[in-house]
């Protein structure tokens, strides 16, 4: 994970696998740099991910009430293949970028 601020933004690009081993070193990392930071957005890149379950969406959600808590709002990009039918599922499209949204027309 690299996560890269942006002034009024945060960008985290994620890799790798997703799953419920890797969820407490993720979020307790992105709480941190939001508790810090109070970026307006916060984008979760997942152009890396080759893999998330169910524990990837508890992440975006979990970071969104976080991120809210301070002002800010959650937007998820590069999402693609498997892990955008899994956010598409969870009725999580809204928190799509506009290059995703298009990618689901």
């Known amino acids: 994970m690299e996560i890269i601020n942006s002034g009024d933004s945060l960008t985290v690009m994620l890799s790798g696998e997703i799953d419920h081993h890797a969820l407490l070193s993720?979020?307790?990392t992105i709480d941190a740099q939001i508790e810090q930071h109070t970026?307006?957005?916060l984008a979760l890149d997942f152009g890396g991910v080759s893999?998330?379950?169910s524990s990837g969406i508890g992440l975006i959600l979990g970071r969104r009430r976080v991120a809210?808590?301070?002002g800010g709002k959650v937007m998820i990009k590069?999402?693609?293949g498997y892990v955008l039918k899994l956010i598409?599922?969870?009725g999580l499209t809204p928190m799509?970028?506009?290059q995703?949204?298009?990618n689901l027309l």
Do not use: W
């Open 78 to 80: 590069n999402a693609s």
């Open 88 to 90: 598409k599922l969870a």
């Open 68 to 70: 809210e808590g301070y």
């Open 96 to 98: 799509l970028m506009k």
């Open 39 to 41: 970026p307006r957005l």
């Open 100 to 102: 995703e949204v298009n």
């Open 26 to 28: 993720l979020r307790g």
């Open 51 to 53: 893999f998330m379950d």
